[in-house]
Nanobody
Framework: QVQLVESGGGLVQPGGSLRLSCEAS????????MGWFRQAPGKEREFVAS????????RYANSVKGRFSISRDNAKKTVYLQTNSLKPEDTAVYYC????????????WGQGTQVTVSS
């Protein structure tokens, strides 16, 4: 059974930082591309960042480029999202997701962790 469990969310002031983590179980982690998505109240879920399994290539949404950084530790089956210079518009529930290279869409999703940026 595949499980993705996010942690690290919370309340932070504008300009602050948070490190989100997502631990996977039930998967051959290094075979999966891992992604972070977010959904703000009243908005659709949007892509934030992704990282491939074997070579660690990463992609970012334009809105977070230069502020967020995705990384992974295959030995720990964990993917991280370092969020810096946070803005109020970054407030959302952040989800991690997993897919293999043969999957057109992300198949497995975590329950999400809330990030609130407010003074």
């Amino acid at each position: 059974q595949v499980q993705l469990v996010e942690s690290g969310g919370g309340l932070v002031q504008p300009g602050g930082s948070l490190r989100l983590s997502c631990e996977a179980s039930g998967v051959t982690f290094s075979s999966y591309t891992m992604g972070w998505f977010r959904q703000a109240p009243g908005k659709e879920r949007e892509f934030v960042a992704s990282i491939t399994g074997s070579d660690g290539n990463s992609r970012y949404a334009n809105s977070v480029k230069g502020r967020f950084s995705i990384s992974r530790d295959n030995a720990k089956k964990t993917v991280y999202l370092q969020t810096n210079s946070l803005k109020p518009e970054d407030t959302a529930v952040y989800y991690c997701a997993a897919r293999t290279t043969s999957m057109a869409q992300y198949k497995y999703w975590g329950q999400g962790t809330q990030v609130t940026v407010s003074s």
